[in-house]
């Protein structure tokens, strides 16, 4: 892949992991602050029904951080963008629109993701 394209997509996976790793940090600090004791019981359970969601959420991102630098580290190694089971044949692009939002899973060609 040209070495335009792939700063393209290495600039893209490093913010959208600084994002997630920020998203992270202020969630760890909401959820360690003194919350008040609440009186009334269903607003307890709302606000820990809010946090269960965020805490998801964030399970979800967790994932998405290992695929996020499995793709960083194939763009180090020369291997970000050819797919895995051809035995290196380059992948499409329409650079630079395609692939921006699913950058980090960027390694099988369409042959392998139909099958």
Do not use: W
């Not at 051809?86 to 650079?95: D, N, V």
Request: hydrophobic fraction near 30%; proline fraction near 4%.
């Amino acid at each position: 892949m040209e070495s335009e394209r792939l700063e393209y997509f290495r600039k893209l996976l490093q913010e959208r992991l600084e994002e997630i790793l920020g998203e992270a940090d202020k969630t760890r600090n909401d959820m360690t602050g003194v919350t008040a004791p609440f009186p009334d019981p269903t607003d307890r359970a709302t606000l820990e029904t809010d946090r269960n969601f965020t805490l998801r959420i964030r399970d979800r991102e967790r994932k998405l951080i290992s695929k996020i630098r499995e793709a960083l580290e194939r763009i180090d190694a020369g291997t970000y963008g050819y797919c895995e089971l051809c035995a290196g044949s380059q992948l499409p692009c329409q650079f630079p629109y395609q692939l921006s939002i699913l950058s980090f899973n960027f390694r099988l060609s369409l042959d392998h993701h139909t099958s």
